[in-house]
């Protein structure tokens, strides 16, 4: 068991292209800010200091968007091959001290709530993946234990990257239930975006 006070680390994806959204979600309007900005101060207020953005499409555009943050924006040269080579990209530089690393996407809004418990439960079950749940179903973010790292280096989206490693850990994994709805949200298009704004305010 990992003795060493829990040091959780982020990598927050927002490389893609948006095509389904037809205009680029890092930069849609959320809670009286972008939510790539709205995403990555929940994660600064969670605690959390060791933050890798991964950047790639309109990444100079993006970059400008999160100059005020002390962020790592790292740029994936590749982000049209699949998610995967912007969590190993993230993976990459990772500070040495991380004993666990959320995996956060900008179209899934985050609760500081829930960042939050993700953070305590690592603490307590410091080598188990932890995924949240509301209502019994899985959500996200989730948080992944440093003795998978070199895993999360080496998925391939021909493997069906996250999704496989995960089905292969089932016995691994602590599913936290949060009272916490937007564990379940994610704004994939313009309808999802425009109801979740309703049902926001």
Same mark, same amino acid.
């Given at each position: 068991?990992?003795?060493?006070?829990?040091?959780?680390?982020?990598?927050?994806?927002?490389?893609?292209?948006?095509?389904?959204?037809?205009?680029?979600?890092?930069?849609?309007?959320?809670?009286?800010?972008?939510?790539?900005?709205?995403?990555?101060? !929940?994660?600064?207020?969670?605690?959390?200091?060791?933050?890798?953005?991964?950047?790639?499409?309109?990444?100079?555009?993006?970059?400008?968007?999160?100059?005020?943050?002390?962020?790592?924006?790292?740029?994936?040269?590749?982000?049209?091959?699949?998610?995967?080579?912007?969590?190993?990209?993230?993976?990459?530089?990772?500070?040495?001290?991380?004993?666990?690393?959320?995996?956060?996407?900008?179209?899934?809004?985050?609760?500081?709530?829930?960042?939050?418990?993700?953070?305590?439960?690592?603490?307590?079950?410091?080598?188990?993946?932890?995924?949240?749940?509301?209502?019994?179903?899985?959500?996200?973010?989730?948080?992944?234990?440093?003795?998978?790292?070199?895993?999360?280096?080496?998925?391939?989206?021909? !493997?069906?990257?996250?999704?496989?490693?995960?089905?292969?850990?089932?016995?691994?994994?602590? !599913?936290?239930?949060?009272?916490?709805?937007?564990?379940?949200?994610?704004?994939?298009?313009?309808?999802?975006?425009?109801?979740?704004?309703?049902?926001?305010?």
């Amino acid at each position: 068991m990992n003795s060493r006070m829990p040091s959780v680390s982020a990598i927050l994806l927002a490389a893609g292209r948006s095509s389904r959204m037809g205009t680029l979600k890092a930069l849609l309007p959320w809670r009286e800010t972008s939510l790539v900005r709205y995403q990555t101060e !929940t994660l600064l207020n969670a605690g959390i200091d060791d933050i890798a953005v991964i950047l790639g499409y309109k990444a100079s555009e993006l970059s400008k968007e999160l100059s005020s943050y002390n962020v790592k924006t790292v740029i994936n040269k590749a982000y049209e091959s699949g998610k995967c080579s912007s969590i190993k990209a993230g993976m990459a530089g990772l500070s040495p001290s991380s004993t666990g690393v959320v995996i956060a996407a900008v179209d899934q809004p985050l609760s500081l709530n829930v960042i939050r418990q993700l953070y305590k439960f690592h603490g307590e079950q410091p080598v188990s993946i932890i995924i949240p749940a509301f209502n019994g179903k899985r959500g996200h973010p989730l948080l992944i234990p440093e003795q998978f790292y070199p895993e999360l280096c080496s998925i391939s989206e021909q !493997t069906q990257g996250l999704r496989h490693f995960l089905s292969n850990r089932q016995n691994e994994i602590a !599913t936290v239930e949060i009272n916490e709805p937007s564990i379940l949200l994610n704004l994939n298009e313009q309808a999802d975006y425009q109801s979740a704004c309703w049902e926001d305010s």
